[in-house]
Structure formats: structure tokens, C-alpha cells
């Protein structure tokens, strides 16, 4: 039982070796709360839905995020933002769901059209979302067990 991932059954050794060695780190990322309830049922519905494996994804809370962190400074330390990023631009908030529903398949792929609402409106919705999240979804006390394809992208 691991508090720092939706879904943190894989193995710690293998963890700190892909978040140390910077080549591993995929183009494609989602940084999340780790104890968010949201954030776990997003990573659950992302994992399901992305049938080309499309996604890595790590907590902010997490060794990977420090690594990022270190090539991209704008990447937020406060755990109501979700990251995305891709080839190297980091999107946060809306955008990064905007952004990353790109590939998706249909009909996930059409939330890419929620970009054409103004980005402080969205953002404005984001943050509201973010305000209630662990009151109305609650925090992530014990994870389901990923299968070997999952593991292999969730990073520490």
C-alpha cells in the first residue's frame, strides 16, 4: 500500500533506475496527485482507454516529476495541477487534457475541441474542480494491482 500512485504495486527498484535514468522517460507524461481520488480514477480511465500506450504516468509527488523538474522549472510543486507533457512543452490544468486527447481514440479524441474555450475560463473550472477534489472523491489509501503492461508505464 503506497500513497504516492493510483496504482502502486510495481517494483521500487525498477522505479528508481527509469526516474534516475533520464533517457527513460517517455515523450508522452501525465505528473498527478498521487493521493487524489480523481487523479486515480483519471490515470484508471487513461490506462483503459489508450490502447496504443500512448501515456506514461508519474506522481508529482514522485522521483520521475523531480527529474523533470530539473529540465522544465515550470513544472508547478503544488499538487492541484495536473501535467502533461509532450516532446519537451509542458501544458497544465485544462490544456494538458486538451492537448493529450489528441491521442485518444474516439470519442475521447473530441475533448481535444475543449480548447477552443478561453484557457482562463477552463482554467477557472480546473481550479473549482481542484478545490473540492479530495472532499467529493476522496484520497487514495490502497491501489488496484496493475497488470505487466501498466507497470511498464508507471513511473515512480
Known sequence: MMSNSPIAAHRKADNATAATNTTTIP???FLYDGECGLCDRTVNFLLRVDRHAAFAFAPLQGETAEVLRQRHPDIPRNL???VYIENGVVYTRSRAFTQSARHLPRPWSFGRWLG????PV????YRLVARIRYRVFGRVDACRMPSRAE???LLP
Open 27 to 29: 515523450e508522452r507524461i
Open 80 to 82: 492541484d495541477t495536473v
Open 116 to 119: 477552443v474555450i478561453p484557457r
Open 122 to 125: 477552463a482554467d477557472l473550472v
Open 151 to 153: 507497470r511498464a508505464r
